[in-house]
């Protein structure tokens, strides 16, 4: 295996890392930042109320993007499944 092969399927790899791991980030840090935003402004002071939103908006993303998701991370497999002929020569 060359170091450019190499290279290549750790990019990959990060890339699907990244599109899998953010929508669900960004919907639970958007989530937080508005809770946290009326929490300040009605002066309400309650950390379940916080988790429990961001654990929905969390599975929210999840079944909104689970598809391409799913789509992305079976390709990557097959991709990896595929490459393994030149990896071990």
């Given at each position: ?8 399927l ?5 890339q699907v890392?990244?599109?899998i791991?953010?929508p669900?980030l ?8 508005t ?6 402004a009605?002066?309400v ?5 916080g ?5 929905m908006?969390?599975l929210?993303a ?28």
């Amino acid at each position: 295996m060359s170091a450019d092969h190499a290279l290549a399927l750790m990019q990959a790899l990060l890339q699907v890392t990244i599109f899998i791991v953010g929508p669900l980030l960004g919907a639970a840090l958007l989530a937080g930042v508005t809770v946290g935003i009326v929490q300040t402004a009605t002066q309400v002071n309650e950390a379940s109320l916080g988790f429990i939103v961001k654990v929905m908006a969390a599975l929210l993303a999840l079944l909104l993007f689970g598809p391409m998701m799913a789509e992305k991370i079976v390709g990557y497999t097959r991709e990896c499944f595929e490459s393994i002929a030149t990896v071990v020569r």
